[in-house]
């Protein structure tokens, strides 16, 4: 079983059964869901065909990343 600890943003007490599924999480359900959870994603078009130079650009494939959010305590918002 998961430690118990707090959420950053609002500092209530993070439900066990939500770490036992997302263990590192810093954030409550309520949290996640207001903010879009802990990570923030980008799609990025990959230019795979294109000559360098030309203005002509072929986007055939795509690249995710994923960085954690910053969390900002609601009292400070």
């Given at each position: ?51 360098s130079g030309s203005m002509k650009k ?20």
């Amino acid at each position: 079983m998961s430690e118990e600890k707090d959420c950053e943003r609002c500092g209530k007490l993070i439900p066990a059964k939500w770490l036992e599924v997302l263990p590192f999480t810093r954030l409550c359900i309520e949290c996640s869901e207001a903010i879009g959870g802990d990570f923030k994603t980008y799609v990025i078009a990959q230019n795979t065909h294109g000559k360098s130079g030309s203005m002509k650009k072929n986007y055939d494939s795509w690249k995710v990343k994923r960085r954690l959010r910053a969390i900002t305590p609601i009292d400070k918002e």
